[in-house]
Nanobody
């Protein structure tokens, strides 16, 4: 699976941004997919994941309610809608795919990474 993330940019605090990730290659529907992020000087962390069918989602920490992950299996795309952004959300965001992840907890062994897309939230 090849993953290509897009949609990053500069946004003001309190604003919204929608990230997209296009997948190609092996059957996209066979993979649980997720968004990770890595803040400057920080470690890469799971943001949200979604099951193969899209029926189950998992959000890390307090992001549920502000972030929404979705997927379109017909179009091989993953989305991350981010609302009420704060400077603390500034990071490089990565999409990822896993055959073993379940979208029910933080366990997400990544098989494929997309390149990152930078989101900068200004105060």
């Amino acid at each position: 699976v090849q993953l290509q993330a897009s949609g990053g940019g500069l946004v003001q605090a309190g604003g919204s941004r929608k990230l997209s990730c296009s997948a190609s290659g092996r059957a996209f529907i066979n993979y649980t997919v997720a968004w990770f992020r890595q803040a400057p000087g920080g470690e890469r962390e799971l943001v949200a994941s979604i099951s193969r069918s899209g029926g189950n989602t998992y959000y890390a920490g307090s992001l549920k309610g502000r972030f929404t992950i979705s997927r379109d299996n017909a179009d091989n795309k993953i989305y991350l809608q981010m609302n009420s952004l704060t400077p603390g959300d500034t990071a490089v965001y990565y999409c990822a795919a896993s055959r073993r992840g379940t979208a029910s907890n933080l366990y997400f062994p990544v098989d494929y990474w997309g390149q990152g897309t930078l989101v900068t939230v200004s105060s």
